[in-house]
């Protein structure tokens, strides 16, 4: 398990960061391959914040929770991520036992405008997948939409996005 810490506006101790690791690794056992964890801690308005982000395969579990104890967060984020992992337990261990996924895409190419301001910039693993995989993998991180390689139409760029009349779109880009 590789685990990477980082704090926001606080200090943590080092009983907190073996306490966050100590229950991150119960987690463990659910993975046939090595684990990438990152652990944040951020403390605002007297209210304690963890956010988890494990992620094997090309699969990624996030929870983030806020208490007013940072160990009370961890545990309710680690709750989190084992609720997500047990409940697509079926598909997800279907999914990391085949030895099917494919090596990242090339690097995206960047544009940037000038009368834009960029806030942040997230480098993402792209992997082909179908498109049922793609909602799993939008919903376990909890997101609205999410951007994928869709192997079901020869590796065209796609993005999945839940509606707000309910049920699910699908943007595909014309080659």
């Known amino acids: 398990m590789n685990i990477k810490f980082t704090d926001r506006k606080m200090d943590s101790s080092g009983t907190l960061r073996e306490y966050a690791e100590k229950k991150c690794s119960k987690l463990v056992p659910y993975f046939d391959k090595e684990v990438s964890v990152q652990v944040t801690f951020s403390q605002e308005r007297g209210m304690q914040t963890v956010e988890i982000t494990m992620q094997t395969q090309g699969l ?3 929870a983030e929770e806020r208490t007013s104890d940072m160990y009370a967060s961890i545990d309710g984020a680690i709750a989190s991520i084992d609720k997500q ?4 337990k079926t598909k ?18 960047d544009y940037s405008d000038e009368s834009f301001e960029i806030i ?9 997948m179908t498109i049922e995989d793609a909602i799993l993998q939008m919903n376990l991180l909890g997101h609205s939409f ?5 192997s079901e139409k020869g590796g065209a760029p796609c993005v999945v996005y839940a509606r707000n009349d309910g049920g699910y779109g699908l943007l595909v880009a014309k080659k």
């Open 85 to 88: 992992i047990q409940k697509n």
């Open 92 to 109: 997800l261990s279907k999914r990391l036992r085949q030895e099917s996924f494919v090596k990242a895409m090339g690097a995206m190419t």
């Open 60 to 62: 990624y579990f996030r």
């Open 146 to 150: 999410f951007f994928f390689m869709n």
């Open 120 to 128: 942040r910039e997230k480098t993402l693993d792209v992997k082909p």
